[in-house]
Nanobody
Framework: QVQLVESGGGLVQAGDSLRLSCVTS????????MGWFRQAPGKEREFVAG????????SYADSAKGRFLISRENAGNTVYLQMNNLKPEDTAVYYC???????????????????WGQGTQVTVSS
């Protein structure tokens, strides 16, 4: 069974940085498109960033563009989300997701992803 485990969340001040990690096991990581999503209380889960199988294609939500960077290390079955200049509105539970279906684009819809982690809390104070 494919399992995704996120780590790296925490409580930070506005303007600080965090790097989230997601380690995947039980599958062929290098064949997965990987994405990061987040969900705040009372809101829908939203796309943050995604990366293609070989890292050649990346996609970002407008709110993340210029501040966040997604990357992957296939040898370690790990995808990262480097978050810089964090804002209070970034506060959410962040989820790692894997899409095992080949595509020419990185999908932004949560329904496109097959496997999900349990999430890691990111809280940004003013």
């Amino acid at each position: 069974q494919v399992q995704l485990v996120e780590s790296g969340g925490g409580l930070v001040q506005a303007g600080d940085s965090l790097r989230l990690s997601c380690v995947t096991s039980g599958g062929t990581f290098s064949s997965y498109t990987m994405g990061w999503f987040r969900q705040a209380p009372g809101k829908e889960r939203e796309f943050v960033a995604g990366i293609s199988r070989n890292g050649g294609i990346t996609s970002y939500a407008d709110s993340a563009k210029g501040r966040f960077l997604i990357s992957r290390e296939n040898a370690g079955n790990t995808v990262y989300l480097q978050m810089n200049n964090l804002k209070p509105e970034d506060t959410a539970v962040y989820y790692c997701a894997a899409d095992r279906t080949f595509a020419f684009v990185v999908y932004k819809g949560a329904a496109e992803y097959d496997y999900w982690g349990q999430g890691t809390q990111v809280t940004v104070s003013s």
